[in-house]
């Protein structure tokens, strides 16, 4: 159903209110868009800045369907939405992008890892478990320590869990919620491939980044990923685009992968878990490509040609800021680091602060990896804490 706005331009509607959100209606601005949202609540970092806000459950069918007829096309800015809901939504016609089938490999880790096998793509031994038996059962063949992850809602490393032991196994089966138990990778470093795919079926890659994570939490994202070889990026790229493609993925799709090494020393992939939404991965994408992942996931969602994807700089580091007990003052922070380093950029998210929050990001752009990454992680770890890194020594 064409569902038009100013200048005649569809309306895109996004399910949920997050940074997310949030920068995808920055994107809309400027392509005459401007971006509907269903927020959970009114001070959600996307309901404070976009103009068409509905505050409403993405747990109910009738809240999502009145949203949905708004807008020409619904996409997502989480993966939270139930699965039978949006089975729902598209039986009566509702257009929603990417579509449930595609989704349910970003919903739910367990249905991802078995398809994924299927499709003989490379992933960590894995085994779906019920019980601490199951799991006992399960390091028979990969060891103690072994990995344990809910099947649906975790992120930013809430809902994984390393256990040593059948003790610290069953308290995480104590949970009570669907699980899959995991080799304890060994891995040399983490990976993402982000791609779009419309429709059409265009697909659009940027070039594979390494991304850091500590405490289960992306801190850091690095493009290109440093000294990946080519032979290995081609193949990340080519592996997203092709499961873009099998899954039937519509808009943005990032892939995490695992950097490997064999015993014989041959570097090699496992994909660890897919998204399929903008992602923070490709937020370096904003300044740091000719077309944001923002950008690119709107016109993927109207089939819209895909935008170029080459870097404006030769390397581009993106460090997460994350909150603390408070938001220090964040005022006179900014006017330091502006005048300390104009060439950074940074991104808030108008979210509250909370310790280990995602509540902003900063990007640096440059020739030199070891200098544009240093610039990165001082600007965020000033706006973190007020303190530069000669005032941490000693
Ligand atoms: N099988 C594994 N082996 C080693 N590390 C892992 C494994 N699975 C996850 N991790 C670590 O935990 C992080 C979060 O896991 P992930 O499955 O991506 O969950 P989330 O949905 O929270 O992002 C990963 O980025 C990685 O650092
Ligand atoms: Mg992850």
Known sequence: MAIRGAMGLPVVGMVGGGQLSRMTHQASISLGLSLKVLADATHDSAALVANGVTVGDHTSLDDLRAFAQGCEVVTFDHE???GGLLEAMEAEGLAIAPGSAALRHAQDKIVMRERLAA???PVPPFCPVATVRDVEGFAQHVGWPLVLKSATGGYDGKGVW???DATEAAEVVGFGVRLVAEQLVSLRRELAAVVARSPYGQGAAWPVVETVQSDGICVEVVAPAPGLSEELALEAQELALRLADELGVVG??????FEVVSPEGVPGLLVNELAMRPHNSAHWTIEGARTSQFEQHLRAVLDWPMGETAMTAPVVVMANLLGRDDDGDLDRRLHMLFGRDPGLKVHLYGKTVRPGRKIGHVTALGDDLEVVRRRART???????GLWP???RG
């Open 80 to 82: 939270h939405v139930p």
């Open 252 to 257: 943005v799709l990032a892939v995490e992968l």
């Open 162 to 164: 390393v256990v040593r």
């Open 119 to 121: 499709m003989g793509v």
């Open 379 to 385: 600007g965020a770890d000033y706006l973190r804490d």
């Open 390 to 392: 000669e005032d941490r």
